[in-house]
Nanobody, 122 residues
Framework: QVQLVESGGGLVQAGGSLRLSCAASGRTLSSYHMGWFRQAPGKEREFVATINRSGGATYYADSVKGRFTISRDNAKNTVYLQMNSLKPEDTAVYYC???????????????WGQGTQVTVSS
């Protein structure tokens, strides 16, 4: 079992930056591939980024590629999502997730955090 807690969300103007953190407790985070997803009101949860166990491989949704960076610090049991050049369409609740495999589908992930709200004003 692993428990995940996101933090770092908030209100930011378009073009600004935020860094989300996902802290894990329970099993060591290095056992899992990690992903970030987001869900806007009235929309399905969508994939944002994923990173493998070692942090050596990452993959991004086209909508965030070049603007967002996923990283991890296994010694701190924490995963990060650096978000730059934010747009109003990035507004959503952001969730981190842990799973045995790293894919773009939510069903592949076994553990989820409670989410953190990101709001980008125009």
């Amino acid at each position: 079992q692993v428990q995940l807690v996101e933090s770092g969300g908030g209100l930011v103007q378009a073009g600004g930056s935020l860094r989300l953190s996902c802290a894990a407790s329970g099993r060591t985070l290095s056992s899992y591939h990690m992903g970030w997803f987001r869900q806007a009101p009235g929309k399905e949860r969508e994939f944002v980024a994923t990173i493998n166990r070692s942090g050596g491989a990452t993959y991004y949704a086209d909508s965030v590629k070049g603007r967002f960076t996923i990283s991890r610090d296994n010694a701190k049991n924490t995963v990060y999502l650096q978000m730059n050049s934010l747009k109003p369409e990035d507004t959503a609740v952001y969730y981190c997730a842990a799973g045995a495999v790293g894919t773009t589908t939510p069903q592949s992930y076994n553990y989820w955090g409670q989410g953190t709200q990101v709001t980008v004003s125009s």
